[in-house]
């Protein structure tokens, strides 16, 4: 059986969330089995204030299994996300994260295009300023000066503020621009797949000379997980377990 890789992104892993974790570590147990490469896009942690919290209790499980994924021969790769693009955890001696808005692949027969997706949010430009602020190097560096409860409760501070922002966002602040998805997939890409929408779909999008391509988006781990697969022929989104 040819290894397969898979995509999957939005966990949101939280300590008042243990069967999430339970879900994830059991997923990657499966990538474990079977898994070529394993690309994860973004927010897979509810927050991230530093390599320090990789020895919490509630994210030590999710660390251990990724670096047998490493371990066994599987490559992992780490998109920045909008919670937790200051990931930093070191896997076998090697960083796994390398943090980037995207990245190009071949898997399913098709030329990807990865990202986590919050860029595809065009009207948010509140976010836009905020996203260019919390990435700066002051407020990561403040952030690994404190103590590290310190920089849990301002991350989990952080979070509730946010969700309450994005309660008052208007639809267009928050829709996909699919002129956005259209021109990235003009570049020359077969398929865009992103995260950060908490919704598993397929799109067809036309293109010029009459060549179609695909907008895939991940769905979040809140009721189940759902993932993207590919093989040496195609592409299929699922759900885990």
């Known amino acids: 059986m040819s290894r397969r890789d898979y995509f ?5 892993i939280a300590a008042e969330r243990p069967h999430v974790t339970e879900r994830f570590v059991g997923f990657l147990g499966k990538v474990r089995s079977d898994g070529r490469r394993l690309f994860l896009l973004g927010d897979i942690f509810d927050y991230w204030v530093g390599g320090r919290q990789a020895h919490l209790d509630y994210v030590r499980p999710v660390i251990d299994a ?4 490493v371990q066994a021969g ?4 780490y998109l920045a996300g909008n919670r937790d ?3 930093d955890v070191h896997l076998d001696g090697e960083p796994v994260a390398r943090p980037a808005d995207q990245l190009v692949v071949e898997s399913g027969g098709r030329r990807l295009l990865l990202e986590h997706g919050d860029l595809l949010c065009t009207g948010d430009r ?3 300023r905020w996203r260019a ?3 700066s190097i002051p407020v990561r560096f403040a952030l690994s000066a404190v103590p590290l409860a310190l920089a849990a409760f301002l991350g989990r501070g952080y979070r509730r503020l946010s969700a309450r922002i994005v309660a008052r966002k208007t639809r267009r602040e928050m829709a996909v621009n699919f002129a956005e998805v259209r021109r990235r997939l003009l570049q020359g890409h077969d398929v865009l797949v992103c995260g950060h929408f908490h919704r598993a779909a397929r799109y067809r999008v036309g293109l010029p000379e009459r060549r179609s391509a695909e907008f895939i988006t991940l769905g979040g781990w ?3 997980g ?9 592409l299929q989104l699922r759900k885990y377990p």
């Open 226 to 234: 759902t993932y993207l697969v590919g093989d040496d022929q195609d």
């Open 133 to 135: 602020v919390g990435r």
């Open 85 to 87: 693009y200051g990931f």
């Open 8 to 12: 999957v992104s939005d966990v949101e």
């Open 74 to 77: 599987v490559e992992v790769h």
């Open 222 to 224: 809140e009721r189940h």
């Open 126 to 128: 509140a976010y836009r």
């Open 66 to 69: 990724l670096r047998g994924l």
